[in-house]
């Protein structure tokens, strides 16, 4: 294999620069996210991560107070959804990272 044949693969996260190291979003967190978009709930977009539930509600946890705000609003029993600012957060995130893959790309190429 050439490196003409390798591609750049860029993991983007999105941190709150007040709240110093730890917790942000990035692609775990934004996976999370999407499941709950799909299914309405934390614990079956945990289950389809192979995460535990627990691991899952502290990831959640740990990144709304890095952000300073919720990314879910929870219902109990009856499931999550994303909060507003969740999902134009998830929006932002999975659009910026289809972008800058996109031009690492095209960079990549025309660097070789």
Known sequence: MGVKQLKPHIKLTIENPKSGEGAAFGPGIAALCQGVRDTGSLNASAKQMHMAYSKAWRVIRETEEALGFSLLDRDGAHGS???????????AYQKLQADIQKRAEDTYKKLL
């Open 81 to 91: 959804t994303l909060t507003k600012n969740g999902a134009k957060l998830l929006d």
